[in-house]
């Protein structure tokens, strides 16, 4: 097992992060229902919204309760090798008026990847995790959620029963919701129900399937699904040993080693001024008043790039020294992805929009078994970025561990931008993202 570590590349076969939850007048929609209907967004069973009325008025009510938990994925022999796993302990409370949730233990990125200790907590404003690494405490703000932010800690699959409303979101994207009947979990006899989601619903899975106690009413398991035809899988979270009640103040926050730093940057930052720019006067120069200049600071100096080589499907040899005064840009996706789709057209349009400048754009493929799979898609979309078989190793050097990940390297060989699409970020704000950062080096010279 190796230490708790940073990673500057955001959560997995993405956005593993689901949501619960429903606004309020969608919410008083539903309620408004007869106890059985076809609604406008779909058939909804009254058994199934009685099952998650209930355990959301438990989640409101209760002080908390703590479980063993683990999270695992289920598909396809190919896709479950690529999906992450964790196991440990699970907290939920309320500390300093806020409602929280603490996970510690072990997580793997992929199933044959090294296992590695986590440690964090989660609210509707902070989030914050123990990095063993760097001996440091970082606190950051949850949205828009930090780039730095571990891989572990993107895997909240039940982030929002942190919401007032716990189900609301999901029943708000739902298109039918069914009871399933029971089933036992740990010993735990459940209510069963399944969500399912529009098409279009703003998230990349299609539904979901919760797992209520019949007892003390609070999940039990819940799944998280993806049906995109041909491609299928579930991520599960599934509790056991659950105690309810409220929870001692050290359970609802990370450790705290006296050794280590602590990296706050949680505060709300400034809003950027909304005042027209200063006219430029004849003489080409700004006049600025000293009373009320804005203060300035200076970037956070980049890091170099790690070492990388490879060769593209056309047979040329690319590493650090060849890039050199060109704009990189590493796509790290697969055909096995699911959110790549979404991706995918908008590198394509970057590598055309960027294709008579000094800017390389490579779709780097990863755990591909047949590599004519990446080809034929490349072809028969007619994409414009080069394809990279066999690399592998240049994601581990960069330490991807979500899919898609996006690095641009500037013209010196650091790394200017990394990140993936999430909960926060689409894949077309991803894109626009990713074509300031390309403008932003070109212009560095």
Sequence with gaps: MTAFRSNRSPAIVPALCAALGLASYAHAQLLAEPASSETASGSIDASARATLDAAGQTLRGTPGFAAQFRMFGDGSDLIKSTMPSMSGRFVFGTANDARVIHMMGEAKDTADADSYAFDFVRSESTVAWTDDEQQTVFIRRAK??????????????????????????????????????????AGVTCDVVLMTFRKNSGVSHTGERWFIAQGDRLPRRFEQITDAGMIKFQLIMEFSGLSAGEQAPAMLDVRRPDSYKVDDQSAERPRPSTARPARISPSGVTPKDPATAPETRAAPARQAAPAFSFTDDGGAEIDNNSQMGRVSVLYFWGTWCVPCRAVSPEISKIAQRFGDQDVDVFGVAVRERD????????????????????????????????????????????????DSPGRDRNATELASEVAQAIQEALGEG
């Design 144 to 185: 828009p959620e930090p780039r730095i932010l571990p891989g572990a800690a993107r895997m909240v699959l039940v982030s929002d029963i942190l919401d007032d409303d716990p189900f609301a979101a999901a029943l708000a994207r739902s298109e039918s919701l069914i009871s399933e009947g029971t089933r036992e979990v």
């Design 371 to 418: 590599p004519d799979a990446p080809r034929s898609y490349l072809a028969e979309n007619d994409y414009e970025h080069r394809l990279v078989l066999n690399a592998d190793e240049s994601a581990r050097a960069f330490r991807v561990r979500i899919y898609p990940t996006v690095v641009v390297i500037d013209k010196q060989g650091r790394i200017a931008y990394s």
